[in-house]
Structures are given as C-alpha cells and as structure tokens.
C-alpha cells in the first residue's frame, strides 16, 4: 500500500506546514521546526483531510507535536528551531593539521592522496605549524579540535609535538576549551610516542576496515601486516587507559571504517571484529570520491542500494548485540538519531544545515595553504582548487570565514534553498555536503536525487524510522542509548594545564 | 561526473545530435526555463564542453555542448544531454525555491557567518582601507558648503575668518 495524493481530499486549513514521506506501511510526518510523528495511512489520510476528531488520541498527538494550524505554537516553533541550529553561532570547531602527505602505508581508496616517504618535501615546517595554531585560535569557537592528519602524521611527530606545545602555550591567554586528536595508522607508533601522546591528552583514532584479511588487502604496508600492527596498538593504547584511571567504556582507541566493495558481504565480520577491539562505536562510511578512490573506482564503487542493504544489516546485527549486552553503536545511526528523538544537533559538519564548510572547521594543508574542510583539500590534491581558501603567511580568520567561497558554501548548503530536499520530511535532520557535490556533479548545489550522499541519508533515515515504527520497548530503548552523547572531558585541555611530560 | 547512469532511451524533439562534431544542440522555451537557470545549469558544463548560448528565434534558446573528450560516441553525449536538462531544471526550481525562501535562507546565511567570523580584531581595522572613495556622491550632499559652492570672499580685505595674522578683537 502507498498514500495516493490525488485520492486525497486535502485540506489546507487543518494541518499546519508539514512534510512527509512514507515508509513501509506508515507516514512519517515532519513540521519547519523538526518535530515528527510517524503515523498510519489511514490516520495520514484523517490528517491531510482534516478530519481529525478533536477528543481523539490522533489529535492530542497532533498537537503536542504542533502539526495543527488551529493551536500552532510559534514560540515554541522558534524555540525548537533555534535549539536545533545551535551550532549556528559556534564558529571554527575543527582544525584540521596536515602535518604531512607522506604515508608508510598504501590504501587502494586514500581519499587523501598520500605521499611516498621519500616525499619530504611534504612536511609541514614548525614556522608553518606555529602559524596554523595562530590562526585556528582565533576562532570564535570556546572549543577547538586540532586533528592531526596526512598521510601519516607519525612520520613527522617533530612537528606534532611543536603544535601541541607551542598551541598549549598560546592557549595560556586565550584560554579555549582545546582538544587534540591524531588519526593514525599505528604501525609508526612506538612507546615513546606513546607515552608524549597520553601525557598530552592527545585522542588517537585509527583506521580498521574489518577483518585481517580484508584490512591488509585494502591497507597494505611492505610487510603486509597492517592489521596486525593497528590491532597490536589499539590494545596497547587501551591498556594505558585503563592505567591511567579512566573508564574504559568512555576511553578507548576509536577506529573509522571505509566500506568498499568488499566490505559489504562481510558486514557481520566488520561489526564482529570491531566488538573485539573493545570499541564502542562503528562507522559505516561509505567510500568517497576523491583521492585514489577516483582511479580505482571500477575495484572500490558499488551501487548505494547495496550499500544500504549492507547497513541494514550490519545495524540490525548491531541492536542484536546489544540486546545482549554488548554496547557498541552505529555513528550515523547515533547522528541522525539524535537529531530525531532529541531535537538537538550533535554539529557533526556533514550532516548538517548549512555545512560546516568553512564556517565549522577549516583544513591546513602541509604547505600552508588552507582549504573550507578536509575534502576541499583532497579536490586540491586532485587539482581543483575550488575549495582554497588562502594561506597562512598572508590571510586571517576573519578574512577566511568570510571567503567568498565560504558564503557561497553556506547558502549551497542551506536545505531551505534545495530542490528535492525542502519537500523531503528528513529535511530537518539532513544535510549536504558542497566538495562532494562539486566532484559528482559539477556544482557545489548538487542534484539531490542523483547524489549518492542524499541516497545514503535518506535511506539510513528510512531504515531508522522503519525501525522507530516497529520498535519494541528495548529496541526503543537501545536506539535512545545511542543518542546520549558523553562528553571525553579527560581530553579538553582549558589554560593552566602545562605541558605534559612523557 | 555521474557517468555511470544510463543513457536516455530516444531524442527528444528538442535536441539535435551531431556526433560527428562532438555537439549536441538543445533548444529550450525562456518562459520554462529562466535564463538565470540557462546561465547556472551552462556554466557547470564549461569544464567538459565548450558552451554557446543563441538566440535563433523570439521565444526560444539554443544551446549548443561542443564537448572537448577527442571521440565522443553518441551514447556520451545524449548522456550529456541528459545531465544538462536536469541540471537546468535543477537550476530553475532552485531560483524559485530560494525567492521563496529567500528571508529564512538569509536569516540562517548571516547568522552562520556572523557567529563564525566574529567581531573584526584590531588588526582587521588597522589593515582596513580607508583610502577608497566610500560611495559615489553626484549630487554633492556629503560635501561641505564651501567644498560645494566656494569660499564667501572676505568683506573689506584679503584673509578670511579665522586666518587673520592680527588685528584687534
């Protein structure tokens, strides 16, 4: 069965603005300020045609939600929406360092364009480093996240440590809330690394693409055991942790997924080995367009309807775990449903309206010049410098910000202003990205509804809402774990806390 | 670029394919589709094709798609065809939504850059140029009377107010 528009005697004085979609036998609905109801068809029907009983449960539940244009509630309205688009004062919260291209390991999809080793020349200076923390802190953002990244930011540590000490140093006076995070491959890492990182408070995150075999396929270092030495880490680091006093189920090395082709039947294998590295949480990313992942598209690509039958599993798996016992949490699944069930926005900066693009975070890249995000500088490695912004020696933060490029960003990334998306119910949960929509389909708009993203989006959001719709009480419950966001406080470093000693 | 989509199954009337030019021509009604659109959905094809705009009769536009791949086949350039008139449509309703939404898209719009860029810091006004003529003024209202219409020349003597070298109060 699917609702028939045209079947339907609607009534425009009854229902205040709405959207809606169906999925399976149900109607969700969603209003401007992000409030939805998942409905019968026949309740759908009642509604659109005013027909709704004044006394009945239908209508209680229509109005609490504010769908009715007789009790509409603007305040309330303008309230929700401004707790929904919090982030829109937040500022620069992401900066991200490329302190160099080279890479000791070689990914068939590196969205980052890595460089060979022997590539020195694509390390970040110290004077270049220093000047990329001057900028970033001049964010208006309290909070700032420096995230180290390459290549293999290992491979040029000097310079990580300068800007942990000399950011840490500044931050003396200007006193934001400062985190620093690596994303790492490990297989560099050593115990004196190790040890300056955690007496720094530096979160590490690394990559895991599943099971051993798929992993060293992907992810291949000259000794073939890519795995083994991430694995090998992961646990290391863990264990320091746990040393050090902190709640293991909140500290722990965080890994990120890359899902390619070959990933897709052993959805079971990538959920199982990542409760086997003790992590909390799994992303399902689907693979990018940039970097290597262009040329090797034919190897990597696959229709996103594979790609959604392949998530659908993976999370139904994962609610099965944790049904007994085991907490462990799909990323997008945990975005997406904190925006739904808790009216908030976790501000993650590609799933979000407008993007962060510029405005939420900012990449610099080994050289200095700087980029709106991290794909804006992976298009610049491709040779499209659509997204570049400026460089260190000559451009301030403000100057950036308010790059043309940024703007146009900004108002690109507005769903108010996107065809297909201002009619899609998902809308005030959604977002877009401009640097992927510029390298599929030549315009920093995009085509929704030839977008891979907005697949991805739309049918993850499907699946969630289906899943609301049919949720029995502890499935409910552990969908609502999900969104509860705990804060790695032992990271944010404020003024006062010094250098850390290894 | 989305290559992997399908070709379209047959020409439409408005479209003319020249295979053997590497051109396709499309024809398009200005009262369906707003030349801000043509002009927006044209500019994203400059990168793969050269575009020529034209006018050949009162209420219609043609644009012509020379591609610059060395041999297109005919199924590549229906493609593109194809990719162009849902751009162009893309284009059209974008222009619509955002007249419509134009208040809330700015509201946001300003919002998101003001909250991120913040206040200007000394140094943004130090480098501020204040050396630019502000604004164009042919009326002369931001003058000053005597910048306007002269200096009244001085009663009874050379010097006027206030440049006098002495005298008696």
């Known amino acids: 069965m699917s609702v028939d528009l045209r079947a339907l005697k609607l009534d425009p004085s009854a229902p205040a603005f709405f959207r809606w979609r169906q999925v399976g036998d149900n109607v969700v609905i969603t209003n401007f300020e992000g409030n939805f109801l998942i409905l019968s068809e026949d309740e759908f029907r009642a509604f659109a045609e005013g027909r709704v009983e004044p006394a009945s449960d239908l209508h209680r539940r229509l109005d609490e939600g504010n769908f009715l244009r007789a009790t509409y509630d603007v305040d309330r309205a303008a309230e929700r929406y401004a707790r929904r688009k919090s982030f829109l004062n937040a500022g620069v919260n992401l900066g991200i360092l490329v302190v160099t291209l080279r890479c000791n390991e070689t990914c068939i999809y590196c969205h980052a364009s890595r460089a060979n080793m022997d590539a020195v020349h694509t390390d970040m200076t110290p004077e270049i480093a220093e000047k990329g923390v001057d900028l970033l802190l001049q964010t208006t953002s309290e909070f700032l996240t420096i995230e180290f990244q390459g290549g293999e930011p290992l491979v040029n540590f000097p310079v990580v440590k300068r800007v942990i000490e000399y950011a840490k140093a500044q931050n003396e006076k200007i006193g934001k809330r400062l985190e620093f995070t690596m994303v790492s491959n490990l297989a560099l890492m050593d115990e ?311 | 670029m989305p290559a992997r989509e399908p070709p379209m199954t047959e020409t439409p009337p408005n479209v003319t394919v020249e295979a053997s030019q590497g051109a396709v021509h499309l024809e398009v009604d200005p009262s369906i589709y707003p030349l801000e659109a043509i002009y927006g959905a044209a500019y994203v094809f400059i990168d793969r094709c050269y575009v020529f705009l034209y006018r050949p009769r009162e209420g219609a536009i043609r644009i012509t798609l020379s591609t610059k791949a060395a041999e297109p086949g005919e199924a590549a350039l229906a493609a593109l065809v194809g990719e162009f008139s849902n751009e162009l449509l893309s284009c059209a309703w974008r222009r619509q939504i955002t007249e419509e939404n134009r208040t809330l898209i700015e509201a946001v719009t300003s919002q998101a850059l003001a909250g991120a860029m913040g206040p200007p810091s000394l140094d943004d006004l130090a480098d501020f140029d204040f050396s630019d003529e502000g604004f164009e003024d042919p009326l002369g209202i931001a003058q000053s009377w005597e910048e306007k219409h002269g200096r009244k020349a001085p009663r009874g003597g050379e010097g006027g107010e206030g440049q006098s070298e002495g005298g008696t109060p």
Request: glycine share 8%.
């Open chain 1, 192 to 502: 004196e690394k190790l040890a300056y990182l955690m007496a720094n408070k530096v979160q590490i995150c690394t990559s895991i693409d599943g099971p051993e075999k798929l992993h060293n396929a992907q992810r291949k270092l000259p000794t073939m055991d890519a795995h083994q030495q991430a694995v090998r880490w992961i646990h290391r680091i863990n264990q320091e942790y746990e040393a050090a006093g902190l709640d293991p189920t909140l500290y722990h090395v965080e890994a990120l997924l890359t899902t390619t082709r070959d990933t897709l039947p052993l959805w079971k294998e990538v959920v199982d080995t990542y409760v086997r590295l003790g992590c909390r949480a799994l992303f399902l990313r689907p693979i990018d367009p940039f970097g290597f992942a262009e040329r090797t598209r034919q190897r990597v690509e696959y229709p996103r309807a594979e790609y959604l039958a392949y998530y659908r599993r993976s999370v139904d798996y994962m609610i099965e775990l944790n049904r007994q016992g085991v907490e462990i949490l799909e990323r997008f699944a945990a975005i997406f449903l904190t925006k739904i069930l808790r009216g908030e926005d976790p501000n993650f900066l590609d799933v979000r309206s407008p993007a962060g693009t510029g405005i939420g975070q900012m990449a610099i890249n080994y050289d200095g010049t700087i980029f709106t995000c991290d794909e804006g500088r992976m298009l610049h490695e491709m040779g499209d410098d659509t997204f570049f912004l400026g460089h260190v020696d000559t451009h301030r933060y403000r100057q950036l910000v308010g790059h043309e490029t940024v703007r146009a960003a900004v108002v690109a990334s507005n769903l108010d202003g996107q065809p297909d998306c201002v009619n899609c119910a998902y809308s005030p949960y959604c977002g877009t990205i401009p640097a992927t929509n510029h390298k599929t389909s030549g315009s920093i708009f995009g085509r929704m509804r030839e977008s891979d993203v907005c697949a991805v989006h739309k049918g993850i959001q499907d699946y969630l809402f289906q899943k609301l719709a049919t949720a029995d009480a502890e499935t409910r419950q552990i969908l609502e774990r999900w969104t509860t966001q705990r804060p790695r406080e032992h990271f944010v470093q404020g003024p006062g806390e010094g250098p850390g000693e290894s």
